[in-house]
């Protein structure tokens, strides 16, 4: 019985300590590492967190996300977040304070973008559409050069923009 509780113990030991080093798991040593884009509009902090897939040779929507008419978590690893300080106006829609997952649909010349209440979440695999704060439509352009790398960006005003590949996506955050 002695035995039996001492393996129980050491069983118990070794699988806390698998458990504590996944947690304190390196990100920045993903293949996909984290990256954040952060800007204050007129008070506002947005912060956009996200992992920056890189194409190494690979053709996006046949061997890397996003493919035409399935939701991507607009990077790679977890959800893609967006944060803001203060309640904000997007493409004519009010989104409160608070962290977002966000979520992107490409479908040609045009994409949707998606404001996910659920944030914490790895990858797309676990989305939920009655989780949408709401999804936007905004035009897909072409980037020049290319970009091997995904790259946000958002500018003094408000625009978010990220670059993937030969395309440029973005929209505007309105703050008070």
Do not use: C, H
Not at 9 to 24: D, N, P
Not at 34 to 54: E, Q
Not at 100 to 105: A, E, K, S, V
Not at 107 to 128: C, H, L, P
């Amino acid at each position: 019985m002695k035995k039996i509780l001492s393996l129980a113990v050491i069983a118990s030991l070794f699988s806390f300590g698998t458990f504590a080093q996944k947690k304190a798991e390196d990100k920045s040593k993903r293949p996909s590492p984290p990256a954040t884009a952060t800007a204050t509009v007129n008070g506002t902090v947005i912060t956009i967190n996200y992992s920056v897939v890189s194409l190494k040779g690979r053709t996006i929507g046949t061997d890397v996300e996003p493919k035409t008419g399935q939701v991507w978590r607009t990077g790679a690893n977890e959800a893609t977040t967006f944060e803001v300080s203060k309640d904000v106006t997007i493409g004519g829609n009010k989104l409160p304070a608070g962290k977002y997952g966000l979520f992107t649909i490409y479908n040609g010349s045009e994409a949707t973008v998606i404001f996910n209440k659920t944030w914490d979440q790895w990858g797309a695999y676990d989305y939920k559409a009655a989780a949408d704060a709401f999804r936007i439509k905004v035009p897909v352009g072409k980037a020049s050069p290319v970009a091997d790398k995904l790259n946000f960006s958002i500018d003094a005003k408000g625009k978010v923009t990220w670059v993937w590949g030969d395309t440029s996506t973005s929209f505007e955050v309105k703050t008070s």
